[in-house]
């Protein structure tokens, strides 16, 4: 009887173990978004045509090569917040702008994109960029 609690109670071990290993595996933490292969694709799809050198909107440059530099870190114009406040996206105007709650932050203006919304797998692809730090990948 002793020996089949010894089995039943390494069995136990084997099973914790291995649910252990699993949960560590499935809960490593997603890649943070390339701002280059994600974020900038966004961007270009619905922000760049306002937004671009000539012509941009509140002087916010969107295109590549110019967007990173010109969101991360950098006051909004409209309102006391950053743009884009790495690790904080409800820090981020970026994030009220396209949510849409800009004037609840003492912003202005109206919510972007202009005339409509980004589809929600986007608003979460930079939420979670903003969020995982926004780093420039």
């Given at each position: 009887m002793a020996k089949m609690n010894?089995?039943?109670?390494?069995?136990?071990?084997v099973f914790v173990a291995a649910l252990a290993a699993?949960?560590?595996?499935?809960?490593?933490?997603?890649?943070?978004?390339?701002?280059?292969?994600?974020?900038?694709?966004?961007?270009?799809a619905n922000c760049v045509a306002c937004h671009q050198t000539g012509s941009a909107q509140q002087g916010l440059i969107l295109e590549a090569g110019s967007s990173y530099s010109n969101l991360v870190g950098k006051k909004s114009q409209q309102s006391?917040?950053?743009?884009?406040?790495?690790?904080?996206?409800?820090?981020s105007?970026?994030?009220?702008?396209?949510?849409?709650?800009?004037?609840?932050?003492?912003?202005?203006?109206?919510?972007?994109?202009?005339g409509g919304s980004l589809e929600a797998s986007d608003l979460e692809a930079i939420i979670?960029?903003?969020e995982s730090g926004a780093r420039d990948n």
């Open positions: 010894q089995r039943i109670a390494f069995k136990g071990m699993f949960s560590v595996v499935n809960s490593a933490e997603t890649p943070p978004a390339s701002f280059a292969r994600r974020i900038q694709p966004i961007l270009d006391s917040l950053d743009l884009v406040h790495p690790g904080a996206a409800d820090l105007y970026l994030i009220h702008k396209l949510r849409g709650s800009q004037l609840s932050m003492h912003g202005s203006g109206a919510q972007m994109p202009l979670s960029w903003i």
